[in-house]
Every structure is written in C-alpha cells, then in structure tokens.
C-alpha cells in the first residue's frame, strides 16, 4: 500500500519515511518495538527513587506552563498523585504547549520512564504517558519503538497501528504460510506480527522483552530462514561451475614444507588434506580456514598454493595492509626462490616503474605468487591463469572486493582465512555458503600469554614493561590514536613515543609506526625493531595483524577499555611467538563501567579465542564485531545470533530442504520474490563469502 494511504501520513511525512528505507506500508510493520512498558504490574508513587526505570498510576492533581526569561521557551509541569504519594513530570519544547490542556484535574493516567531527582524532588522528565478512560481493565505491556527517521516513539506507534488497521486482513492473508515453519503448531506468520505488535494481557512482560514469545520466535524463525536460503542459493551457483582441475605430483608441495623449518601440527595436516580433496575434483573450492592468532594458517595457505602452481596456476593473495603485504612477501618469497618459483609484490605505494614491472609480470605469467593488498582487484591487474585467491584477514574486506578478486578468472578456488575467532552461530550466518576449517592446536614452541589488567595507573603497567625489555625482550606499546585530539581525552601514538625516548625507555631506542607513515619510512622502523636496534615500538593498531617478531615478549595496549574484545586478542598475540615468556598489560583509564570490565577481565582470565568471540558476540553484537559492510547479509531486524541459536539451526534445514525439493523455487514463487526483494545484488556475487 501507498504510503500516502494511510491515515496522517502525507507527502512530507512519506518522503520522511522514504528516506529511512520505507517504502509502502507493509514495511511499517518491519519497525520492531525496541522494548515493552509494563502497564499492569505499576509501583507506588513512595516507592520511586531516583534513576528508577518505573511505570505509575495515578490522578492528575494540577497542570501549568512556567515561563522563564527569553528566549527560552516556557515548559510544562504535572503534577500527579496517587494514594501514597506525588511526582513530578516535566514536559519541554513544542510538546509542553498542549500539556496542561491535556493533562486536567482529576483525569486517571499511566506514566512510565526514568524517575530522577532534579533539585532534590523526583521528577519523571518527558515519560511514555497514557490517559486511562477505565482504570480497572486489563492492561496489556505497551510496545515502545526506536526513534525513526526523525520521529519520536509515539509517532511510530502511531504510523504502525495505522498500517495494522488499514492492512488488516489482506496483509494477514499475504503472510500466511510465506515460510515453511518447523511444525504444524507453529504460530502463522500475519498473526505473529500482529501479536508483535498488539500484544496481549496473556504475554509476560518478561517473556516479550527477552523475545521469547511464539510471534517473537515465528518472526526470527522468518528472518532465519530467508538468510539461509539466500547463503544456499549463492552456494549453489558457485557448486553449479566447474572448478579448476589441479593436479600434482606434490614435490613442490614437499619442497615448500622443507623450507619452512618446523614441523606440521596434526591439525595443519588436516586441514590441508580437506583443501587438496577441494583442489582436485568437483566445484571451486569455497573455504574459510579460521584458526585463532598464531595457529599456523599463512603455512597451510603457502602449502596449498604450492599444488596449484605446480599445476601451471598463478595463486594471488590479498592482505588487508600494506604492512602486512609486504611481511607475507618478505617471509614467502625466499621460499618460493629456492623452489623457482617468482613471487610479486603488488601495492598501492609502489613507484610507476615498479608497478608495470610488477603488471607486465602477473599478465605474462611470470609472477606465480601475487602477494599485495585490494590493489589486486583493480581493473589494470590481469592475471595469465589465476587459479586461487587466498583472502588474509577476510573480515577486514567487503564481500564486494572478494567477489572482484575471484572475477578475475572464471572459477579460481577461494580460501579465505581468519585470525579472528567466529562464534559457531556466527560462521553459520555470514558464512553458510563456504566450507569451514578450523586450526585449534598451537604451534610448537608457542606459549600461552599471561594477561594482567591495570585501571589507571600508568607508571605500573611501565614498571612491568621495562621489567620484560630489560630480561632482552622488546616491547610493543599500542594507543587508539595516532596524536592528539580536541575531542578524545585520550593518549596517542606520536606524543607519547616521544615522550618515551626520553622518559622511561630512553636507554632501549624507542619507534614509532602508525598507518600515516610512508611505507619506506614504516619498513625502515620495523627492520629495526626486528633485527633489535630499537626494543620498544610504539604505534597505532596498524601492529594488530601479522606482525611477527618472535622476540617481543610483552605488549601494552593503552586505554583499552576502547577496544573490542577480538582487537585486544589480536592485538595480544603479537606476543607470545617464541618459547619465552610472554606478558599482554592491558592499561584502563581511570574509572571503567561494570561492561569494560566485564570485557577486559574475560582477556584476563582466557586466551581461548572461541570462548572469547563467543562473549564479544553475547556482550556487543554481531554488527559491532565485524562491522556492517563484512556482511554482504541483509540486515537483521528480529534475530539475536548470541540467542537463537537453535532457531538458526532450524532455519538453515528448512531452507535446505525446500531448495532439494525445488532448487528453482519453481513451485514456490512469492518465496523467490521475497528472497529477492531481500538479497537484491548480493544473490549475484558470485558465492564470495
């Protein structure tokens, strides 16, 4: 239906509407209540206290305007009493105009929201309110909406009651049985969106707000099942082409693991037996090798590269920095020498003359080894036989730019690789269209960190870092920033490593790296720190990945109560590379709330990388965590993967046996458009994870 349609909606409100992403007025219903107001269960007004999220009953006592000096406009206050007690409620702006109209002597009325003390009296300060005509009927919980494209909550409860009223039947009818449900008991859709909206005095307040109801649980179910079926349908366009053949005698392979000096773990060899069963048959491989920080995944890519270049393939592998480019590079291409093989760097900073060097060499065939950053995925790279694309770090690409990395050929096989831990839920959704590997053993000769959390007390956390560098380790220091800010009262990069050169550290030889510096200047300050010249680097979080310098053994990282749980993680295992011992310090600004804490004490207490992805999802969101253009996922409205996990597990079935039963949705075609209307471009990406 028309936006325009529907009642007190019109042209400028629906342009409003419109620029926030809704369309018609279906799409209203889409706007899901941010919480319930407990409108039975309601307190005493003696009982209040300040901070206090409440719901009261009570009578209007008196009503006014207060006029103060201009220009500040007037402001209303109510005031309202029940049998033990009164409140305050204050009301500003255009809505104090009509308040002592609306709120006359004597009428019965429902106030919910924060009560805080102003000036000593407890005050309810623009609160959700609604006029009672029968105080004693059964009151079921109100939803309360987000703000939305500028509109308060009332409004949207308003524009959302209308499109429920004025839809009424024909909407339900749509809905009915649109998604195939896991039983026969299930709730019908139309009905489940109604109850979301409207609900009933038979629904807990409790049970709605954690949404645990059967119309919470029919929705999500919904929005489940389109995503899987989405992750399918792209999976199996991907299976629907032929893969290149690789096929191999395995010696270069042999050679390669020669040249590494240390042995495979058993976990490695597993893994690499899964990509080779990839490499030589079927479909293009469509592998996401995870393994948490340190578990050797760069030497089974290497490995695996290896088989398709000695079947006449070029193999291209895309890091997310150029810092990390250039260390794949230098750590890879001596080993691709010894074996004959001729390994390229590619990235954006490289002077014109090297860069047709490097392009005329990939188009020719002569680079088997591309090594660079998204520069790999410019129109001007082109590729004699691209065989595979390794993607380091997959969560810090689109899926857009792995899509136009793997159009470099016809059918490459893919790996992509992450550092950083996926809670199984998670890899269930964004990656439900790639094979999934996982590296769970540690390395030979690698330790676990010892982790300890200082809150503000900065010439401690020093004391433990001079302590490591002077035993003959080196030292990375990481701040948030790389200088100083008007807005951030924060510590940042360049001040403090000068500072350090001559306070503190001043006998070790202190550098600075951050993602400003030109690459030259960058390559010339981490050769230093690796060959030890200077023992304390001080940078930005461009050290997060890749940075391998065996003898750093401790890592400070500085106001990290602003980090996420999977950056101080990674953030941690630049250290701990070798068998000495290793010490991650993270130093919290003074004062932190009980959810940093909460944060940094599960840094202390684990170095298990699942465990922690694990609270990072349950503590902030799958959006937060990897950012929203890693997705390639249509946004999720209803679902909580840290939740609903057995609704996921549900949906992914479901949408795998109907695409078995009609791989075209021949028989099913208001799924396919809803499918569509869902995904739009991102059905077309190729499978690219």
Not at 181 to 200: E, V, Y
Not at 371 to 397: C, N, P, W, Y
Not at 525 to 532: Q, S, W
């Amino acid at each position: 239906m028309e936006l325009t349609r529907l009642r007190g909606v019109g042209p400028k409100i629906a342009d409003r509407l419109r620029e926030a992403g809704i369309e018609s007025a279906e799409q209203l219903l889409a706007i899901f209540p941010r919480r319930y107001l407990d409108r039975a269960g309601n307190v005493p007004i003696d009982s209040l206290d300040h901070e206090m999220d409440a719901t009261v009953k009570g009578t209007v006592v008196s009503a006014k305007l207060v006029y103060r000096r201009r220009p500040a406009p007037p402001f209303a206050t109510v005031m309202v009493e029940d049998d033990t007690g009164a409140v305050r409620v204050t009301f500003f702006g255009a809505q104090a105009k009509g308040t002592p109209h609306a709120f006359r002597h004597g009428r019965k009325v429902l106030l919910s929201g924060v009560v805080r003390s102003v000036n000593k009296v407890l005050t309810f300060q623009h609160p959700h309110f609604e006029f009672l005509d029968d105080e004693d009927a059964p009151l079921a919980p109100l939803p309360v909406y987000p703000l939305f494209a500028g509109f308060g909550p009332k409004r949207v409860a308003g524009l959302v009651g209308a499109a429920l009223d004025q839809l009424g039947h024909r909407l339900m009818d749509a809905l009915e049985e649109l998604t195939p449900p896991p039983s026969d008991d299930w709730m019908a859709l139309g009905a489940a969106l109604q109850t979301i909206h409207q609900p009933d005095t038979s629904l807990t307040l409790e049970a709605l707000n954690a949404g645990d109801t059967p119309a919470h649980r029919r929705m999500i179910f919904d929005e489940l099942f389109f995503m899987q079926l989405g992750l399918h349908v792209r999976r199996r366009g991907v299976e629907a082409v032929p893969g290149l053949p690789i096929s191999v005698t395995g010696k270069m392979r042999d050679a390669f693991e020669a040249s590494l000096g240390f042995a495979l773990t058993k976990g490695q060899r597993a893994v690499l037996d899964e990509i080779r069963r990839d490499l030589t048959g079927g479909p293009p491989m469509h592998r996401l090798l995870q393994g948490d920080v340190g578990s050797g995944k760069t030497a089974v890519a290497f490995l695996a590269a290896a088989d398709v270049i000695e079947s006449g393939y070029q193999v291209a592998l895309m890091a997310p920095t150029e810092l990390l480019a250039v260390q794949h590079y230098q750590r890879l291409a001596p080993l691709c020498e010894a074996a004959g093989i001729k390994a390229m760097l590619l990235t954006g900073q490289m002077s014109a003359a090297h860069r047709r060097r490097a392009l005329d060499r990939i188009v020719t065939g002569n680079a088997k080894l591309v090594i660079g950053t998204h520069s790999l995925i410019s129109d001007k790279v082109e590729f004699a036989r691209l065989g595979m694309a390794i993607v380091d770090e997959q969560h810090r690409f689109g899926v857009g730019q792995r899509a136009a990395l793997r159009r470099k050929e016809d059918a490459p096989h893919l790996l992509v690789m992450s550092a950083t831990p996926i809670p199984r839920s998670l890899a269930m959704t964004l990656y439900g269209d790639l094979d999934l590997s996982l590296l769970t053993e540690r390395p030979p000769g690698r330790r676990t960190v010892e982790t300890r959390l200082i809150v503000g007390n900065e010439d401690a956390a020093y004391r433990l870092v001079r302590e490591r560098v002077e035993a003959g380790g080196r030292a990375f220091l990481v701040y948030p920033l790389v200088e100083e800010s008007e807005e951030l009262d924060l510590d940042a990069a360049e001040p403090m490593a000068e500072k350090f050169a001559k306070e503190h550290f001043a006998d070790f030889g202190v550098g600075l790296v951050h993602g400003r510096m030109g690459s030259d200047e960058r390559d010339r300050v981490m050769d230093e720190f690796r060959r030890g010249e200077i023992r304390v680097l001080v940078g930005t979080t461009v050290v997060e990945v890749g940075v391998d310098v065996p003898e750093a053994t401790v890592i400070l990282i500085a106001h990290a109560e602003r980090f996420g749980l999977s950056q101080l993680h990674q953030l941690r295992g630049r250290v701990g590379r070798s068998d000495a011992a290793a010490l991650c310090v993270l130093l919290a600004s003074g004062e932190i709330g009980d959810k940093a804490y909460r944060r940094l004490d599960t840094l202390v207490r684990t170095d298990d990388g699942l465990q922690i992805a694990e609270e990072d999802l349950a503590i902030r969101g799958p959006g937060d965590i990897l950012g929203r253009r890693q997705h390639g996922l249509p946004a999720m409205r209803w679902a909580s993967l840290a939740r609903d996990m057995a609704l996921l597990e549900s949906a992914r079935d479901a949408a795998r046996r109907l695409l078995d039963e009609d791989p075209a949705l021949a028989a099913h075609p208001k799924i396919a458009r809803v499918l569509k209307h869902r995904w739009g471009d991102r059905l077309d990406l190729g499978g690219s994870g």
